[in-house]
């Protein structure tokens, strides 16, 4: 693909030169709106934005990787804002969740921009595998309240979480869902909150991690902006109206249900 890149302070700011489609643009918008959708209630929304990132615009994995980041860190920001005016986001009580995530993502970022596409691929269908066993938790489990008594043993809770942040710095997608887990199942937070919590993380460590393919020149602007326009507005109309339903936390298991059994089915079918 033609391209043009711009050295400032010794970073790369890459941008195609490569005219984009109508159909094109509007896939991009339409896809970011759905995987802002998703992200906001469960996770695995890159399987949709890497998919049109490498498939419809043309973007190499790695590319596509770097520039994923640029409409997730968009949601973040709008879902964790609508979150927080809709009284779902308790930030003070979780950074002890949030601090290891977003110290775990620097090193997973690195190692991301470090390695080459075919290992990308690769990397990328061996994970899809953490998502068989999220499906098998037990349903009646994620739908309760947070339960303020129960806390995670430090020698589990540190390691959990930075490999959290670890995964969520190298590829990103399904870490929603695996976040989610952790949360309601071994922390006891309700999914709602835990959503809540997710995109403020996820706005956090992706910051560092948009620096550091920002740096290695694995960043397509003009093309995670597009994309970034349709997450924006999925996370913060989702943040937003579904927080003000009162079953807003089986509206949040049944999504996530969805797009787990909806994983499952498609690493069956690539395979």
């Known amino acids: 693909m033609p391209s043009k890149t711009l050295n400032i302070s010794d970073c790369c700011f890459f941008v ?68 927080h005016k809709e009284g779902k986001l308790h930030l003070k009580r979780n950074l002890k969740y949030i601090i290891p995530i977003v110290i775990g993502a620097i090193g997973g970022a690195l190692l991301a921009a470090n390695v080459s596409n075919d290992q990308f691929k690769s990397v990328f269908r061996f994970l899809m595998l953490i998502m068989l066993g999220v499906i098998l938790v037990k349903p009646k489990r994620w739908i309760r309240a947070t339960d303020l008594t129960t806390s995670l043993p430090i020698y589990l809770h540190i390691p959990i979480f ?14 929603g869902v695996i976040f989610l887990a952790v949360m309601v199942l071994l922390a006891k937070v309700n999914i709602m909150e835990s959503n809540a919590i997710k995109m403020m993380a996820v706005g956090l ?7 550091i393919f920002h740096y290695k020149g694995l960043v397509d602007w003009k093309v995670g902006a597009i994309m970034a326009i349709g997450q924006a507005m999925g996370g913060w109309a989702t943040a937003t109206y579904v ?16 797009i787990v059994l909806i994983a499952v089915i498609r690493l069956f079918w690539v395979g």
Request: no cysteine; proline share 2%; charged share 10%.
């Open 16 to 83: 195609t030169d490569m005219e984009l489609t109508t159909f094109q643009i509007t896939i991009a918008i339409l896809g970011g709106l759905v995987a802002g959708f998703i992200n906001t209630l469960a996770g695995n929304g890159s399987a949709i934005t890497l998919t049109i990132l490498i498939e419809v615009l043309g973007l190499p994995p790695s590319m596509a990787n770097g520039t994923n980041r640029v409409g997730i860190m968009a949601q973040s920001i709008t879902s964790s804002w609508a979150f």
């Open 243 to 258: 927080s003000r339903y009162k079953r807003a936390d089986e509206v949040a298991y049944w999504v996530l249900v969805t």
């Open 205 to 211: 460590l992706t910051i560092f991690a948009l620096s």
């Open 162 to 175: 930075l490999a959290l942040g670890f995964y969520a710095g190298f590829i990103q997608m399904g870490m």
